[in-house]
């Protein structure tokens, strides 16, 4: 080979080799920087369905705010936006599952003071006390503690029975000029929660209700709101019975059980005609006319307060009603067909809103259905419902199908259709939820209870699904079961103080009942010495329950429910005067006395002697409605009236 081309081959050789380390060091930069800038097309991907979901959140679109929360999470898990758009919509949609989010946000980032105040507010609401102290300790210790982080502490002290804690918050938030209309509002309402039916603090309620209209003076969506309440106190003609005692049960739920409501509800109490020296019920009737906020429900709110005032003018109202409403838009008729359908007027309901309009939403479509119902058509609403002219979630589908066909007296039908709306909700907790709360309403108690369960078994932290379960066991009435689910719920919140009583209470009833119920059987001369030996339960026991007693009366003196424990726990204890001393300085106003606080409040009258009394008391309890432990404390006093 001559000179040049061995040079040739040398440079080509070269070349070669050039490129192959050129391909290489590419190989190897690709094999380590792809998976980075994999993920970090992910995590902006991710940060873009998060922020389209906090938008949803905003707004109220909850089924956008799921769909967009879920993306962000599925695609980067470990991206701090992903993770406080699933956390952020769990705690506005009241998910005791937002708690593990918002543990393992703080572990990839610091917690915003918006992060803290879902986190404080979703812990108040599941019960974990613990959890909501630190998030509200953080809120108030960090700089430019705001409104909002003192409404929190109000609400957790509410929660604790720290009255004076609870008001010291809500004087921070009245006296802040910085605080909203909706802010004081909510202020406003949490002192409501803490008015109770005693004389000794009715102040707060008068203070409560001032301070509502002066907010219900104004043009703002809190006005309204605050316009509302009053009107609805106005309406509900009752004197308050609320906030005397905390209880496990949602502060909605009706009931006549060993404990009252829970302080913390937010709930008004009713009162009786309008508050002294403020608005009658004519101004609340204009105010809520001339609103510039007011839409078709408030306008329906004002029609009821004119028939308040004067009851000979119904027909005409509701005749004004429907010509208002009946071509408006979708919300407007939902409005009407829900006002139609509370006064029972189900055919004006029908006659108002027919079948076409009906099919605008899904609601309305569920309103024209309980008309229907009212008016016994149960043959039509299982035609539409079969049609599918309006597409329902199988779970809605199935339970109002299940009840029609009860209705038509068709048997199989029904338990066919309750299995299949039983089968489309499994492992949706809410679902389940709603097809629970509809069979109970209706009675199919073995439906509401698998439907009540399985919530709990996907959910146990969801307080609805708990208080299901306790609802079915009071339904029962069998203090067994009762004892069961509130022990179930004491370990989910160990520190509620609803539950301890609830539960202490329960366990306390049922505490040497097989005794009692077995010296029934013995002989008539057996020595009475050795019958009262028998029914007593044992004493570490009973001084372990009055001990918790005791605390949870000290931490919150004006609940009933509590003393109402206590004086239990010193019955049972043969200390009949220290019960009696347990309704000293207390007063309660009469609606709020349940029939198991009147039973147990006249077994410690007839301890004392005052026979009476006792007697006086048994006269105005309702005896079903306690439970047989219960009955047995006055079963004596209930002969001797009879």
């Not at 707060?204 to 209209?213: G, L, N, Q, V």
């Amino acid at each position: 080979m001559t000179a040049e081309e061995i040079r040739l081959k040398r440079s080509k050789r070269r070349r070669v080799i050039i490129i192959a380390i050129a391909i290489v060091v590419v190989l190897v930069t690709g094999f380590f920087t792809a998976r980075p800038a994999l993920n970090a097309v992910k995590a902006w991907q991710a940060r873009r369905h998060a922020a389209k979901a906090f938008a949803y959140i905003d707004n109220a679109n909850w089924l956008g705010a799921r769909k967009e929360a879920s993306a962000a999470y599925q695609l980067r898990p470990t991206e701090p936006q992903s993770v406080r758009a699933i956390a952020r919509f769990l705690s506005r949609t009241r998910q005791p599952d937002a708690l593990e989010f918002w543990q393992q946000l703080e572990k990839l980032t610091p917690l915003t003071r918006e992060d803290r105040q879902d986190e404080a507010a979703i812990a108040i609401v599941s019960g974990e006390t613990s959890r909501a102290e630190i998030a509200v300790q953080a809120l108030l210790e960090s700089k430019g503690a705001d409104p909002a982080g003192w409404l929190l502490a109000a609400q957790l002290a509410i929660q604790k029975g720290a009255a004076d804690d609870a008001m010291s918050a809500l004087g921070k938030v009245f006296n802040d000029t910085n605080a909203t209309e909706q802010q004081q509002l909510q202020a406003a309402l949490l002192e409501l929660a803490l008015a109770s039916g005693s004389e000794a603090i009715d102040a707060r309620a008068t203070d409560a209700w001032s301070r509502i209209e002066k907010i219900s003076r104004g043009k703002s969506a809190a006005a309204l709101d605050a316009l509302v309440l009053l009107a609805r106190r106005a309406l509900s003609g009752q004197k308050s019975a609320s906030g005397s005692a905390s209880s496990s049960e949602e502060p909605t739920a009706r009931r006549e059980e060993p404990t009252a409501r829970r302080e913390a509800s937010g709930q008004p109490p009713a009162r009786r005609g309008p508050h002294p020296g403020g608005m009658s019920v004519v101004d609340l009737q204009h105010a809520l006319e001339a609103h510039p906020l007011a839409k078709a429900p408030q306008k329906l709110i004002a029609l009821d307060l004119v028939e308040h005032a004067d009851a000979s003018r119904r027909d005409e109202l509701i005749a004004q009603g429907i010509a208002q409403l009946k071509n408006g838009d979708a919300n407007d008729l939902f409005a009407l067909a829900t006002w139609l359908n509370s006064k029972k007027e189900f055919e004006k309901t029908v006659e108002a809103i027919p079948l076409d309009k009906a099919l605008l939403g899904r609601e309305l479509f569920l309103q024209y259905l309980d008309a229907l119902g009212g008016l016994e058509r149960w043959g039509e609403i299982k035609q539409l419902l079969e049609g599918d002219r309006y597409p329902l979630d199988p779970v809605v589908q199935g339970m109002y199908l299940a009840r029609c066909s009860a209705q038509l007296g068709e048997k199989a039908a029904a338990e066919n259709n309750w299995q299949r709306a039983l089968e489309a909700a499994a492992g949706d907790p809410g679902k389940l939820i709603t097809l629970g709360d509809y069979a109970e309403k209706n009675g199919i108690v073995d439906v509401a209870q698998s439907a009540f369960d399985n919530a709990a078994i996907q959910s146990p932290k969801l307080r609805l699904a708990q208080q299901g379960r306790l609802r079915l066991a009071r339904r029962s009435g069998d203090a067994k079961k009762i004892h069961a689910v509130l022990a179930d719920m004491l370990k989910i919140w160990p520190n509620d103080d609803a539950v301890q009583n609830d539960e202490g209470y329960t366990r306390l009833l049922l505490l040497g009942s097989s005794s009692e119920r077995g010296a029934r059987s013995d002989q008539q001369g057996e020595k009475e010495s050795e019958e009262k030996a028998q029914l007593q339960p044992p004493s570490s026991e009973l001084q372990a329950l009055s001990a918790l007693a005791e605390k949870l009366v000290e931490r919150n003196p004006r609940s009933l429910p509590h003393r109402t424990f206590l004086a239990l726990a010193r019955l049972k204890q043969n200390r009949a005067a220290d019960a009696l001393s347990v309704y000293e300085n207390i007063t309660v106003a009469r609606g709020a006395l349940t029939p198991s606080a009147l039973a147990v409040h006249a077994a410690v009258l007839a301890a004392n002697g005052k026979t009476e009394e006792a007697k006086s008391e048994v006269e105005q309890i309702k005896i079903d409605n306690l439970l047989p432990e219960e009955r047995a404390l006055v079963e004596q006093l209930t002969k001797t009236n009879h």
